[in-house]
């Protein structure tokens, strides 16, 4: 883990943690470590032991680079499983959410950048047609891996790559998983005008 100044790794765990729950409304202090979040949370299996309750210790600590970076904030799928299940109606999903809008202001990287690329491609594709279309959402993540992969001069891991997810993708469209067609939200000037406020809000 680098030891980097980034934006907000001056503050203390106080601040930190105050931080966070102003941005997310999340009483995260009230949290008494029963783990009923993690129990049910679909991905804590897949992130490297980060489990919704250890999210919220991390940050209660000031652990701000892994709280930033860590498998958990940049895989949740904001389902909302651990705020149904928490006693204290803590909705860690909504934590996740702010870290990672943090770490992006931050310019920080997560653990695999190719989280960072996927929340970009389906970030920017909602805001373009007001929903996701498989085949242009999947072509910018795809183009944003092999990028990545391009200016690290890895052109065998780019075929590989290539080659893998062709198959993937074939396989999908055989399936009827994978559609060819673009369709734009009626709502995509009001999801717009939405982000353009969110996005002019200023924090610390
Ligand atoms: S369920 Fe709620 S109180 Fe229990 S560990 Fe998770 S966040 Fe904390
Ligand atoms: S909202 Fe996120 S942290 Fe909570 S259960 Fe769902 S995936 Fe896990």
Redesign the pocket.
Known sequence: MSTEEFQYSHLSAQVFTSEIMARSGQD?T?????????AGCPVAEQTDMVT??RL?RMVILGDIEQALTNQLTWKCLFCHT?GT????N?K?GRVADTLKKMALDAGLDPQNPEYKNFHKAFFNHSLRWGKINEIGMMGEYELRNIWDTMKKRKVRKIISHMKARSQFAWEMFRQKRLHLSFHSSKGRDEISRLYKKSAGRKWI
């Open positions: 995260i009230s949290c008494y470590q029963c783990k009923r979040c993690a919704p309750n919220i651990c299940r928490c006693p204290n803590i860690t």
